[in-house]
C-alpha cells in the first residue's frame, strides 16, 4: 500500500498526537513539528506510509528524549488486564471460543493512539462481537489454523497485547504451537517485550522480537533473526493496520486481524472507515 | 486570532482541495504539495492562519500557471443566481426584511472551497432560517444599521455573492449608501470584481477590490486606497471565517456574519463546528 495525497496531512496529525502525550511545552510543539515536515517532504509515495511515519516518530522521540507514549502503553495494558477475567470466561462459556477470542483480538485493535486520542474499549468489544466484519475469512482462517502446527502472531498495540493473549491461549489449546512477536524498541504505542511482560504474554508463549523500530513491519528494516522466522512461518496472523500497509504485497499466507481506521485504506478497500476485518492475504 | 498546531495539517488538507481542483496529474499535485511545505516551516504563529494560507495559495496558483478554482466559482455564482428570485420574494413577503436576508447572507458562507469539497446549499438555507443562530447580536446588529448613512460590506466567497447581493439591497432599501469590497486578485474562491459583475452586485452599489490576494482581509497587505475606505468606514460588515480569523483584533466597528467551519475557530468561539453566527466585534 503506498501513500496517498491524504496521508499528508495525517502524518502532521499523527505528530501532534505524540507531541500532546510527550510535552506540555507548546514551543518545543511547534518546533518539533516543524523539524518533522523534512521527513514529509522526503516522503518516497511509491512505499506504504509506515515508512515515512517511522522516521516522523523516531525524530519525535529523539527531540523528546523520551518515549511520549511509554505511560499510556502501561495504563492500557492494566486497563485490559482488568477486563482479562470477564474476557476469558466469555470465551470458555462460547460454543466457539476461536471465534469469541478472534472478534475480541480485532476489537482489541481499537487500542491505538497512533491515530485516536480516546478509545472506547467495552464499546468496541460490544460491536465486534455482535456486528458483522466488514471482511470475513474465517471459515478459511479456521481451516488454515487446523492444519497448522505453528502459527507466528504478529502483536500490535500495548493493552491490545492482552487480547492477543486471549486469542493466543485460545490457539494453544487448540494444540498450535505459537510464537509472538513484539516490536524491537518502542514506536508508537506498539508493543514491545515490556508490554509482552506486563500483559502476561511471555508466559503464555515465547515471544521474539522483531529488532525494528518500524511502524508496522517494514521487513527490510527487521533483523536477520526475525527475517528467518517470518521466512520459515506456515501461517501468521497480523494484527493492525500498520502490519497490513507494509506485509500486504508479500507472498506469504498470512490473516490479518484490523480496524481499518483511516480513510486512505478504508478507501483502498471499499469500506468505511472503523470497519473490521479478518481479511486473508 | 492566532495559528494553533492543529492548523498545520489543515494547511496541508486546505491545499490539496486546492490541488484537486486544478489538475489530475497526480505527480505534479504531489510536488506542488511538497513545495508548500517550506512555507508551512515558516508560519509565524504569532499570526493568523490566513498570512501562510495565502502564501501557500499563491504558490499553488504560481506553479499550476493556473485559478485552479475560477469554473468552480462561476458554476456557484450561475448556481445561486438560479436562487435569487424565490429569495428574494422570500425576503420581500417577510414581516423584518433585515432579519431574512442576514441569515441568508450567513446561509451562503457555506460556499467555501478553501475547506469544503461539496456543499449543501438549500439544507443550509433552511437551517439559517428555521434555527438558532449560536452567537446572534441581530438587536444590536439592526440598531447599528439604524444608526449609520453608510456601510462597508466585506465579501467573501464567489456564488456566497450574491447571497450579500440580497442583503445589500436590503439595506440599500433601507436607504443605506453601501460599498462592497472583493479581493483585488483571486486567491482561494473568495469574489474578486469578476464575480462582483457576474453575480449582478456591481449593478446595485458601489463595488472596489482591496488591492490583496490574502485570505481574508490582511490590512497591511492591502492597497492604501482600501485602507483609506476601511478606516474611515462607520460600519463594517464582515463575511467569513478568513476576514473574522484576521480582523477580530482591530478597534473598528465589525460585525461578523460567518460559518465557523473549523475546529480551531469553533474551539477558540467555545462553539461546535459549523455554527453560524453574527458577532458584534
Redesign the interface.
Known amino acids: 500500500m503506498r501513500v496517498h ?2 496521508c ?6 499523527q505528530s ?1 498526537i505524540a ?1 500532546r502525550f510527550g510535552t506540555k511545552d ?1 514551543s518545543l ?2 518546533t518539533i ?2 523539524s518533522t ?1 523534512d521527513y ?2 522526503n ?1 518516497d ?1 511509491s512505499k506504504p506510509p509506515a515508512y515515512t511515519t517511522t522516521f516522523i516518530h523516531k525524530k519525535i522521540r529523539q527531540m523528546l528524549g523520551i518515549d511520549p507514549f511509554k505511560e499510556i502503553k502501561s495504563e492500557y495494558n492494566q486497563i485490559v488486564l482488568r477486563l482479562y477475567p470477564s474476557l476469558k470466561t466469555t470465551i470458555e462459556k462460547s460454543l466457539d471460543p476461536l471465534w469469541i477470542s478472534t472478534r475480541l483480538a480485532i476489537a482489541g485493535n481499537v487500542i491505538d493512539f497512533g491515530i485516536f486520542t480516546s478509545v472506547d474499549i467495552e464499546g468496541t468489544i460490544r460491536k465486534a462481537l455482535n456486528n458483522q466484519l466488514a471482511a470475513d475469512d474465517y471459515n478459511s482462517f479456521k481451516n488454515a489454523i487446523s492444519i497448522a502446527d505453528k502459527i507466528l502472531y504478529l502483536t500490535d498495540n500495548a493493552g491490545e497485547i492482552v487480547f492477543d493473549r486471549l486469542l493466543i491461549e485460545t490457539l494453544i489449546q487448540l494444540g498450535k504451537e505459537v510464537k509472538a512477536v513484539v516490536k524491537g524498541s518502542p514506536v508508537i504505542n506498539d508493543s514491545t517485550m515490556e508490554d509482552a511482560e506486563e500483559s502476561g504474554l511471555t508466559g503464555v508463549c515465547d515471544v521474539i522480537d522483531n529488532g525494528s523500530e518500524a511502524v508496522g513491519t517494514i521487513l527490510e528494516w527487521t533483523s536477520s533473526a526475525f527475517q528467518k522466522v517470518f521466512n520459515n512461518a506456515q501461517l501468521v496472523i497480523s494484527k493492525g493496520q500498520g502490519n497490513f500497509e507494509t506485509l500486504i504485497g508479500t507472498e506469504k499466507k498470512i490473516f490479518f486481524l484490523f480496524q481499518s481506521k483511516c480513510d486512505v485504506v478504508s478507501k483502498e478497500l471499499g469500506l468505511s472507515t472503523g470497519s473490521m476485518l479478518l481479511k486473508k492475504s
Chains 1, 2 share one sequence.
Open positions: 495525497l491524504d499528508f496531512p495525517c502524518f502532521l496529525r501532534i507531541l507548546e510543539r511547534e513539528l516543524k515536515l514529509i517532504q516522503t509515495i
